[in-house]
């Protein structure tokens, strides 16, 4: 049973660049959560896609945008790169609606640095 | 605004040992709170949870204790195993807040053999 996956593992951009980072959800989840984890910070919550849609968003602008693919895979998205983006970027799987007490499977991240 | 503070970076123990983690809050309307544990190139991965009905819960070897007056919520571990060093993550969410996790900063754990 595999479980979240995502893509590239690290990645280099430069500022005003564009990235998309990719994520493929645990087996038989639905429900795809993305959170931006800075260096020695906790994740933050960007966003939640379920049924290909946006259903919660944090406080990020709209630089940063998602999308999410009948097979339930997701993918982030983030314009005009500021150097404050570098950081771990965290991909989460989970059943929708489900309770608040599920838990959140995380892929291993993506390394993002921007120069 | 940290709503939820993991107030020690690190914590050293020796093996065998109790290992005791804290956590504070500022948030009054949190009502559940999660402890995840992270190895480096991993992803965090669950380890225990305690709704604010409750101000004890225990899973083996971990126990996390929830304080509501203090808002503060801790986890032991006991007796440490050198597995157990990694980086733990208090995390909290709230039903008006559609149970968006908020995350402390983290603790890394090492123990000492």
């Known amino acids: 049973d595999a479980g979240v996956t995502q893509s590239p593992t690290h990645l280099i951009k430069t500022r005003g660049q564009q990235v998309t980072l990719r994520c493929s959800p645990k087996s038989g989840h639905d429900t795809v959560s993305w959170y931006q984890q800075a260096l020695g910070q906790g994740p933050q919550f960007i966003f939640q896609y379920y049924e290909e849609e946006e259903r919660q968003r944090g406080n990020f602008p709209d630089r940063f945008s998602g999308h999410q693919f009948p097979n339930y895979s997701s993918e982030l998205n983030v314009n005009a790169l500021l150097l404050g983006d570098s950081a771990l970027y965290l991909c989460?799987?989970?059943?929708?609606?489900?309770?608040?007490?599920?838990?959140?499977?995380f892929g291993p991240g993506t390394r993002l640095t921007v120069l | 605004d940290q709503q939820v503070k993991q107030n020690s970076p690190s914590l050293s123990v020796q093996e065998g040992r109790i290992s005791i983690l804290n956590c504070d809050y500022t948030?009054?309307?949190?009502?559940?709170f999660l402890w995840y544990k992270k190895y480096p190139a991993e992803g965090p991965t669950f380890l225990i949870s305690i709704s604010s009905i409750k101000d004890k819960n225990e899973d083996g070897r971990f126990t996390v204790f929830l304080n509501k007056s203090a808002k503060h919520l801790s986890l032991h571990i006991v007796p440490s195993q050198p597995g157990d060093s990694a980086v733990y993550f208090c995390?909290?969410?709230?039903?008006?807040?559609?149970?968006?996790?908020?995350w402390g900063a983290g603790t890394k754990l090492i123990i000492k053999p």
């Open positions: 948030n009054s309307m949190f009502d559940y």
């Open positions: 989460a799987s989970s059943f929708f609606p489900g309770q608040h007490t599920d838990t959140q499977y």
């Open positions: 995390a909290a969410s709230a039903m008006d807040s559609n149970y968006q996790l908020i």
